[in-house]
């Protein structure tokens, strides 16, 4: 009652005395009415009806429904809340350690790192200083730190790449620090990202294959196999990387005599074999038409203009790309901050431009890849998939398999 008398009260401020004490006597003989009709509004009292009309109080019944609305704020919170505990004591001991020495894979040196810094100021509010140096072997970054941790040494690097076998290496070389990196992630990045139960993270993902030239070879000759590669008529066409243990893969899959035997016969094409960039420079060149390597060279290249295709060599292969932070280092906390912004949507974005993605993210080239090969009904493999596969790169037929993949390689 008192709410309609105020309501009362601020429409009637402007009548004339006349106007109120005719209103009044009006009201005290509804009073008195037993059961009569409020009296009729005058005609501006549609102006609080608009406020709250009548029909929309009848809709107003629905107004728990708009209540139930409101979990769409209660789903933006999170991000309002800023970062986790965890993250914010990362990221105010990266303040303080200031800089970080990173081994970053090749391309990611240079241009990319100010993208990096710039991304991780515009997300955390951090001037990270990031000393890079490029990587050109995963086997001998791991040799390098294991040989410093042996000497007990400070780490010369706070992070360093390397494949899922030298993951665990480096695992049972007691050099990679274990880390809770669920509550460090960014939004948005898939926790698939976190490998070996929290001693490495995956930055990227590549496929190994075959990149060949369509311009010097037709689709329809273009080898789909390594018995292919194996045909005489390849004979100075064909270069190759140079990582024995990538190689062991395919030995597994394809049977290890096999494989070694299939191999040999491609060593008589007198193959040049080399380490992923020189590769890309000679396909670059126009020296070789044909190269086995990594998925993210082919992109890289398509990225200069040159045209180049992609068939997956019997099997379709993925090899991760971890990173792994150094036990001991000075600046662990920097080290953790560049390695969760490198596995965000935002460094993925920047590994896209070298050439480089993941199955994580879609709109790249490995994620086509894998679902080409997919639908093409080729099984998958990578390094720990299937989970028998790391004993057997452990295991001294494995170790074996590998030294004689280098000597052939090598043509020894």
């Keep these: 009652m008192r709410r309609d008398e105020l309501r009362s009260r601020r429409v009637i401020a402007p009548w ?8 009044v006597l009006t009201l005290v003989l509804a009073a008195c009415a037993p059961a009569a009709p409020p009296p009729p509004t005058p005609t501006s009292a549609p102006k609080p009806a608009a406020a709250t009309p009548a029909p929309a109080a009848t809709k107003a019944a629905p107004a728990p429904a708009a209540a139930t609305a409101a979990p769409a704020p209660s789903k933006a919170t999170p991000a309002a809340k800023g970062p ?13 350690e200031g800089r970080v020495q990173a081994m970053l894979q090749t391309g990611m ?20 200083q ?24 400070e780490p010369s690097l706070d992070i360093i790449p390397l494949g899922v076998l030298q993951a665990v290496d480096a695992i049972k070389a ?26 490495a993270v995956v930055t990227f993902m590549s496929h190994s294959g075959l ?24 004979k100075g066409k064909l270069a190759m990387y140079s990582y024995p243990v990538t190689y062991v893969t395919y030995a597994y899959a ?54 180049a295709e992609w068939v997956s060599l019997d099997i379709s292969y993925i090899q991760k790309h971890n990173m792994i932070v150094r036990k001991g280092t000075k600046r662990p906390n920097a080290a953790k901050l560049l390695t969760v912004f490198l ?32 639908k093409a009904g080729m099984k998958v493999y990578a390094q720990d998939d299937p989970p028998d596969i790391v004993s057997f790169f452990l295991s001294d037929k494995g170790k074996q398999l590998e030294k004689e993949i280098g000597d052939i390689l090598q043509q020894k």
């Design 343 to 374: 596995a965000s949507p935002e460094g993925h974005k920047i590994y896209n431009k070298t050439g480089r993605g993941t199955m994580f993210y879609p709109g790249n080239f490995e994620f086509e890849v894998h679902d080409r090969d997919v």
């Design 109 to 128: 040196v240079g241009e990319p790192v100010k993208e990096i810094q710039q991304g991780i100021k515009a997300k955390y509010g951090v001037d990270l």
């Design 16 to 23: 004339s005395w006349h106007a109120i004490s005719t209103l």
């Design 254 to 307: 394809l049977g290890a005599d096999k494989f070694i035997s299939t191999l040999r016969e491609i060593a008589k094409n007198n193959p040049v074999v080399e380490p992923y960039a020189q590769g890309e420079t000679r396909f670059t060149a126009g020296e070789y038409p044909l190269l086995v390597t990594q998925s993210s060279t082919l992109v890289s290249v398509r990225n200069k203009g040159i045209q």
């Design 174 to 199: 007691g050099i990679a620090e274990k880390v809770d990196w669920a509550p460090l992630l960014r939004e948005g990045t898939p926790k698939e990202v976190i490998q070996q139960d929290g001693y």
């Design 211 to 234: 990149a060949y030239n369509p311009k010097v070879i037709a689709p329809s000759e273009v080898p789909k196999s390594f018995t292919d590669l194996a045909n005489p008529k390849w």
């Design 130 to 153: 990031i000393d890079a140096v490029p990587s050109q072997s995963y086997p001998v970054a791991l040799s390098a730190a294991i040989a410093e941790h042996k000497a007990g040494v």
């Design 84 to 96: 986790s505990a965890a993250l914010a004591q990362v990221i105010e001991g990266t303040k303080r």
